[in-house]
C-alpha cells in the first residue's frame, strides 16, 4: 500500500479531506449529490466516491433514497459531547458575569437549527431563572436564538425558519418572519438581543453571540422583569459583550495552538 501522502502543515491527506467533505455537506444545508461535492471540494470524483463511501460506512455520512448524501447520525454523538465540553470550558467566564450582574448566565449553541443550552450558572437570588443544561428550543423564540440568528445570512434564517416553523411560546413571540428580520437587524446594530417575556411570562434575556464560535453560540443573562429593569439591561448588556468577547477570543486561541 502506498504511503499516505501528508496535508497542510503535515496532516494526513486523506483525513483532512474526509473533514472538509463534512464541512461542505454542512454548508450546503447538510445534503449533496457527489457532482455538487466534487465542485465544491474541487478534488476528482473517484476522490469523492472512495472518501464518501468510507464515511457512509463509518456511519459519519449516509445516502438517502434520492442518492445525495447528508450528514449521518453517528456524528450528533460527538457534536453533543463536544457541546458539553464547550458549556463546562465557558463556566468560569459565566461565574465571573454572575458575580458581576447577579443574575443567571447561561451559554447556547445551534445546533440542528434548536438552540441547545450547554451551560449555565445560577445566581444566588431564591427567585431565580433556571434552564436545564440541554434543554432545546426553537431560536426565534429565545434571545440567546435571536442573537445567533442576528449574525446568519439572511437566507439561511428563511430557511431555518421554514423548516421549523415559528410557534408562539407566549403571546410576545415573534411568529411572523418579516416582523423577525426587523429584529434581527436591529439585534445586529445594537450588539445584542432582548427576549422581552418571548419565551417565558416574567422574564427577561439579554443575550450576545459569541464572536469566532466554530458553530453559532450566544452568552446570556437571564432573570425576572421586574429585577432586570430597562435601567439593568443598559448595565448588563457590556458584561455580557464582553463576557462574549472573552469567550470568542479564548476559542480563537484554541483553535490556533
Given at each position: 500500500m502506498p504511503a499516505e501522502k501528508n496535508g497542510r502543515d503535515g496532516g494526513v491527506q486523506s483525513l483532512q479531506r474526509a473533514f472538509e467533505l463534512l464541512e461542505h455537506l454542512a454548508d450546503t444545508?447538510?445534503?449533496?449529490?457527489?457532482?455538487?461535492?466534487?465542485?465544491?471540494?474541487?478534488?476528482?470524483?473517484?476522490?469523492?466516491?472512495?472518501?464518501?463511501?468510507?464515511?457512509?460506512d463509518l456511519g459519519y455520512v449516509r445516502q438517502n433514497t434520492n442518492r445525495r448524501y447528508a450528514l449521518g447520525a453517528r456524528l450528533i454523538r460527538l457534536g453533543e459531547n463536544?457541546?458539553?465540553?464547550?458549556?463546562?470550558w465557558a463556566r468560569p467566564l459565566l461565574a465571573e458575569l454572575v458575580e458581576e450582574v447577579g443574575e443567571t448566565a447561561n451559554l447556547a449553541v445551534l445546533e440542528r437549527d434548536e438552540v441547545v443550552y450547554v451551560a449555565q450558572v445560577p445566581s444566588k437570588h431564591s427567585m431565580r431563572m433556571f434552564t436545564e443544561v440541554g434543554r432545546r428550543l426553537l431560536p426565534h423564540g429565545t434571545g440567546v436564538g435571536k442573537a445567533m440568528l442576528a449574525h446568519l445570512p439572511a437566507s439561511e434564517v428563511r430557511s431555518l425558519l421554514e423548516r421549523t416553523g415559528m410557534p408562539a411560546y407566549t403571546e410576545h413571540t415573534f411568529t411572523d418572519p418579516d416582523a423577525l428580520a426587523v429584529e434581527l437587524s436591529r439585534i445586529a446594530s445594537q450588539g445584542y438581543a432582548l427576549d422581552e417575556a418571548e419565551q417565558e411570562l416574567g422574564v427577561r434575556c439579554v443575550a450576545v453571540a459569541v464572536p469566532g464560535a466554530p458553530?453559532?453560540?450566544?452568552?446570556?443573562?437571564?432573570?425576572?422583569?421586574?429585577?432586570?429593569?430597562?435601567?439593568?439591561?443598559?448595565?448588563?448588556?457590556?458584561?455580557?459583550?464582553?463576557?462574549?468577547?472573552?469567550?470568542?477570543?479564548?476559542?480563537?486561541?484554541?483553535v490556533t495552538v
Open positions: 444545508g447538510g445534503e449533496a449529490s457527489l457532482s455538487e461535492l466534487a465542485t465544491l471540494s474541487g478534488l476528482p470524483m473517484p476522490t469523492i466516491h472512495r472518501l464518501i463511501r468510507t464515511l457512509v463536544a457541546s458539553m465540553q464547550f458549556g463546562a458553530v453559532p453560540a450566544a452568552v446570556s443573562v437571564s432573570g425576572p422583569s421586574g429585577r432586570l429593569t430597562a435601567e439593568a439591561v443598559a448595565h448588563i448588556a457590556p458584561a455580557v459583550q464582553r463576557v462574549a468577547d472573552a469567550l470568542g477570543a479564548s476559542l480563537s486561541q484554541a
